[in-house]
């Protein structure tokens, strides 16, 4: 049964016809892309009168004599009246249809006006053309009334009406039109089906696509192949893929547009598996590829990083002589790109011959994917002198650019260019300027853009939350999230696991907590994602009680609720305080529900941050039953543990049985191999990543910037800082602060400060901690009262500082300055000194030791074992590093020594494993020089292979030497 209809917004009722004389039909025709409602400036306005011309020929339909122009034919027209030439409407109508057929404006209106003056436009097919010409030009509204003076109109002007309607926007409108147009007992043809699926297709209406399928069964037209593939593409577009499925399997014939339908409707959806697959039976059935199956094959290779896959489709395409399309050539750039290879996106793009703003879009966007800021502002300058303008998604993806290499300046001054071409308001160009100024931590400026746009969704209101809650301004954030629901935007789970995110990476549980009371609030506290966030924000924050009383009350405890606990309790790094109880969930998980990658990479960090071989040793075992141990990015994870416990063998059985490498791994190896002291292992490892062209990114060079600054190499260190801006990478904080560490670490402190003085960015903490540890070393006071100066405005409750600089006044010699800076840091509030924590694993338990403790892991035997090797190591010529600040004797700093974590967890290990067995230490805090020189020694008495992992290093210690050379 037909619905009821509702007559379209335009409906205007029939009008009188319009006088004989052409003058009394002024009309415009406007060429415009935006439908009737645009501004047009080019248009032409016929309202003059026409004069007689003696005819040339009395033959009206030999297009060969058609009039020079339409007036001439009109002048024809006129005389042949006169002569009373039979069937002259007829015969005129055949020149009528010449001159609408051509694409000029001029002649268009020209026609217009002589046709409606003489009435013609009352036949079908003339109005049918002139409706379909007025709907070109966007002028819907004149193609109604057009329309509506048809006495009674065929399918085909009802085609040329609905078509209209749909390709001007007005698609609900269309599909309104068209059960009008059942009502009126006219048949749709193939054209109208077509037509009207478009319509229910670009408007979503599946409802509508659903009973316009019934009428093409009942009237027969469902094997029509174009009818098909309108079907196709409705039900592609609408997410029925079932449906369009069943439509393609039941047409007698497919031939190269319904298969290009369907991997288009298949590819939209990013099946990419599924489009490989179909492609393969397209190409057994012996249909020829066209340019548009070429874009599905391809997005499907971007989707699925399939570069193998991908390359074939690019020499097939060659093959088919396709290889200057610019619509290929633009998948191509954008295919290399997901799947790694800028170089050869940058090879398609450099060999177009022409370009196209898409052209533009694809290079610059494959620049903001793998972080080359320079390449593309370089592009997004290099188009608009070409005189391409940019369109929003160019800005989006300079921006993006922008935002990853943290460049404010360059931010800067593409806002500046959106400001001149208009579009700084636009939600999407807004959006993502805010997401630069938060990026790069200017959140008042950030504030102002945000004010700036109209109307912003709930991703910009997302953008400018979450800016405050990274930056630790709860307060600011929780008062923007009321403010966003005040103004009709809804907050969704999605926003608030992600302030929850910020609040975690920001170590911020009191903004935590808040975010915690407005869901309960808005009553979104049992959705999974949210509840899950909030367990990972208090483990994280390390609240360990909430985090574990939230996951007890979770009715169904899923994978993913325990990979939040057990994530949120590996994220202590690198205090490392819950990581026994993160391996104690695993454990415990296991027995109820099957953990993923995810719960393997927590995990597995856990055992890299303790040093828990054996325990690294039995999840390896279970992920391998478990069918993940192919999976990259496990086996990174494994890689990371057994290189970070110092098992370089098993680090390279993993290694050497991934099925491929991608970045990760290789900025996994090289960062352990730096770290373990193979610089040149590291070094050769880089050279040998860029021959296989995969392409370096910043977590690369600060892996590769770290091992020479463990080894000493500073000439090495400055060539690959300025390799990273051959590579489009724009430095970021920590490669300066490793460059500060690098020249530091070699000796040249002047040179050191003037890098941090002059560097381009703000400096931070760590930069001017590295700077401190260095004037420690190397006793230079005056340098490191500069150097704590800083510090201390930065963060005057930090303890750090001040207990280093209290040590290098008394390494001076200056010991009431540096009791009297112990004084300060003690009476200043919160700057507590972080208590030191070692961990030993024996068996499978993890043992954890503080500095000083006194428990029940340690008896009389550990003491006494720390009193045999104090007396052992003297003996073999080893001198306690003795401090005099605060005012203690020798032999209270040197009792003082021997109660370090460190050398109490050795003790440990040495009375409960057999002789000659490795034992693995885990540390929170950088191993200090006096630990670190008596754990050589102790290699060398108790003939042990000894492995200390700091926040620093892997220092390996056999025979009273150590990996790095002292070098720590």
Excluded at 164 to 187: D, H, K, P, R, W
Aim: aromatic share 8%; charged share 20%; with cysteine.
């Amino acid at each position: 049964m037909l619905r009821e209809f509702a007559p379209p917004e335009l409906y205007i009722h029939p009008v009188d016809h319009y006088s004989n004389s052409a003058s009394s039909a002024p009309f415009v025709l406007h060429r415009s892309n935006q439908g009737c409602q645009s501004n047009v400036s080019s248009q032409i306005v016929c309202t003059s009168s026409l004069s007689w011309i003696p005819p040339q020929s009395t033959n009206l339909t030999e297009k060969t004599l058609l009039p020079t122009s339409f007036r001439e034919a009109y002048g024809q027209y006129k005389y042949l009246i006169e002569e009373e030439v039979s069937d002259l409407p007829s015969k005129f109508q055949n020149i009528v249809e010449q001159y609408l057929l051509c694409k000029d404006l001029e002649t268009h209106a020209e026609a217009y006006c002589i046709v409606c003056g003489i009435g013609l436009d009352l036949y079908n097919y003339i109005g049918s053309q002139l409706i379909t010409i007025l709907s070109e030009y966007g002028n819907v509204l004149e193609a109604t009334r057009l329309f509506y003076r048809l006495h009674d109109p065929d399918a085909f002007a009802w085609g040329a009406f609905i078509s209209g309607y749909t390709s001007n926007g007005q698609e609900n409108l269309a599909i309104n039109l068209y059960y009008q147009m059942i009502q009126t007992n006219v048949e749709p043809n193939s054209h109208i089906f077509r037509v009207v699926l478009k319509a229910c297709a670009n408007a979503l209406a599946l409802l509508d696509g659903w009973e316009i399928h019934s009428h093409i069964i009942f009237s027969d037209r469902d094997s029509n192949i174009f009818v098909c593939s309108a079907l196709l593409d409705m039900y592609m577009k609408c997410h029925r893929l079932e449906d369009a499925r069943g439509v393609f399997e039941d047409m007698p014939e497919h031939d190269s547009v319904t298969w290009s339908t369907l991997l288009a409707g298949y590819a939209s959806q990013d099946l990419g598996h599924e489009v490989l697959d179909l492609f393969c039976q397209m190409k057994k059935g012996g249909i020829s590829p066209t340019p548009v199956t070429f874009i599905s094959v391809l997005k499907a290779c971007s989707s699925i990083s399939s570069l193998e896959e991908g390359q074939i489709t690019h020499s097939s395409l060659i093959e088919h002589g396709y290889e200057d399309n610019i619509y290929l050539g633009n998948s191509l750039i954008d295919m290399y790109s997901k799947c790694g290879l800028f170089e050869h996106a940058q090879i398609v793009f450099n060999r177009l011959h022409v370009r196209d703003v898409g052209s533009w879009n694809a290079m610059i966007g494959s620049c903001a994917l793998h972080g080359r800021l320079d390449e593309g502002i370089y592009l997004f300058e290099k188009m608009q002198d070409e005189g391409v303008k940019p369109m929003i998604i160019t800005y989006v993806n300079v921006l993006k650019a922008i935002a990853d290499g943290a460049a404010l300046d360059v931010g800067r001054t593409v806002h500046s260019s959106a400001i001149m071409d208009g579009i700084e308001s636009d939600v999407f160009v807004g959006s993502m300027l805010v997401h630069v100024y938060v990026h790069c931590g200017s959140l008042e400026e950030a504030y102002a853009i945000f004010n700036n746009i109209p109307s912003p969704n709930a991703v910009t209101w997302g953008t400018i939350i979450c800016g405050y809650a990274e930056h630790g301004l709860g307060t600011e954030a929780l008062l923007l999230s009321k403010k966003m629901q005040e103004n009709g935007v809804e907050i969704d789970q999605g926003l608030l696991v992600a302030v929850l995110k910020a609040s975690e990476s920001s170590s911020c549980l009191t903004q935590g907590q808040s975010f915690h009371a407005l869901a309960v609030e808005w009553d979104m506290q049992h959705d999974e994602l949210v509840g899950n966030a909030l367990i990972s924000m208090y483990a994280t924050c390390g609240n360990l009680d909430d985090a574990i009383n939230l996951f007890n009350k979770r009715p169904h405890r899923s994978t993913m609720a325990w990979n939040a606990l057990i994530s949120g309790l590996a994220s202590q790094s690198p205090d490392y305080v819950h990581g026994r109880e993160a391996l104690t969930a695993f454990w415990q998980m296991i027995q109820v529900v099957q953990p993923n990658e995810i719960t393997y990479m927590s995990i597995l960090k856990v055992c890299s941050n303790l040093c828990a071989l054996n325990q690294g040793n039995m999840i390896h075992a279970h992920l391998i039953e478990g069918g993940l141990r192919w999976e990259l990015k496990v086996g990174n994870a494994l890689i990371a543990m057994y290189l970070k416990c110092g098992n370089l063998e098993y680090a390279s059985c993993v290694a050497n049985t991934l099925p491929s490498w991608d970045i990760v791994t290789f900025n996994t190896v090289i960062e352990g191999f730096g770290r373990s002291g193979l610089v040149k292992q590291a070094l050769h490892l880089f050279d040998e990543m860029l021959r296989n062209n995969i392409e370096p990114n910043d977590s690369t060079f600060i892996s590769i910037l770290s091992a020479c600054s463990h080894d000493g190499l500073v000439e090495k260190g400055h060539e690959f800082f300025e390799l990273m801006k051959l590579h489009g990478i724009g430095p970021k904080i920590d490669h300066y602060d490793l460059m500060v560490d690098l020249i530091g670490r070699a000796g040249y402190l002047n040179e050191a400060e003037d890098f941090l003085e002059t560097m381009p960015l703000t400096t931070d903490f760590v930069g001017w901690m590295a700077m401190l540890t260095h004037c420690n070393r190397l006793v230079n006071v005056d340098i490191g009262r500069r150097s704590f100066s800083v510090l201390v405005k930065m963060d005057p409750s930090n303890a750090s500082s001040y207990v280093l600089m209290s040590n290098l006044y008394a390494d001076a010699g200056m010991l009431e300055d540096a009791e009297k800076l112990d004084n300060i840091r003690k009476s200043t509030n919160g700057a507590i000194k972080k208590p030191g924590k070692a961990f030993i694993e024996i068996g499978n338990k993890v043992h954890e030791f503080s500095v000083g403790c006194r428990g029940q892991d340690l008896s009389g035997p550990v003491y006494a074992k720390l009193q045999e090797l104090r007396s052992q190591l003297k003996q073999n010529g080893y001198k306690p590093h003795i401090n005099m600040a605060q005012g203690r004797s020798s032999k209270e700093e040197e009792s003082m020594l021997w109660e370090h974590c460190e050398k109490i967890a050795i003790a440990f290990g040495l009375i409960n494993t057999a002789e000659g067995s490795t034992l693995r230490v885990s540390k929170n805090l950088r191993v200090c020089s006096d630990c670190h020189d008596a754990t050589k020694a102790i290699s060398k008495v108790e003939k042990r292979e000894i492995f200390i992992v700091d926040t620093y290093r892997v220092h390996h210690f056999v025979g009273g030497q150590c990996s790095c050379q002292d070098c720590y």
